[in-house]
């Protein structure tokens, strides 16, 4: 059972319209740092009939993670976990380009030098994985 079960896994080719799935599992995780920040700075604003603003913003989050659940779980039934957990790494990206357009913060000869390293590592994890060949 468990051999026609990792054959099953092993048979399914995936197709651009599944990178999607990763792709956007990605941008579900990185909106909801961005959202956790913006939450954490609006402390005290209030919104609707006095409800405060971050707690909308964390109901947002919490609907946002469950989708990326969702997102990240289809992709996994067309990508091994080596080869799409390496791509996670790319929030990293995503939130330091978010926390300068929306939050004026700085970015750091550091900050490129780690994603440079993030990039490279990503790189040598799935340069010989089943999408790249």
């Known amino acids: 059972m468990h051999k026609l079960i990792v054959s099953n896994i092993r048979t ?3 197709s651009t319209n599944h990178l999607y799935l990763l792709i956007f599992s990605i941008f579900i995780q990185a909106f909801g740092a961005v959202c956790t920040k913006y939450a954490a700075e609006s402390t005290g604003t209030t919104l ?3 409800i405060r603003i971050e ?3 964390y109901f947002l989050i919490l ?5 990326q659940v969702i ?3 289809k992709s996994l039934k067309y990508y091994s976990l080596s080869f799409a957990y390496p791509f996670r790494s790319l929030v ?3 939130v330091l380009i978010s926390a300068y357009i ?3 913060e700085s970015i750091t000869f550091f900050n490129i030098v780690g994603l440079t390293i993030i990039s490279l590592g990503i790189y040598f994890l799935v340069r010989d994985k ?4």
């Open 63 to 67: 609907g946002g993670m469950g989708l």
């Open 12 to 14: 399914r080719i995936p």
């Open 71 to 73: 997102f990240w779980q």
């Open 102 to 104: 929306f939050f004026r």
């Open 48 to 50: 609707f009939f006095g």
């Open 55 to 57: 707690f909308i913003i």
């Open 130 to 133: 089943e999408f790249l060949k």
């Open 92 to 94: 990293s990206f995503i």
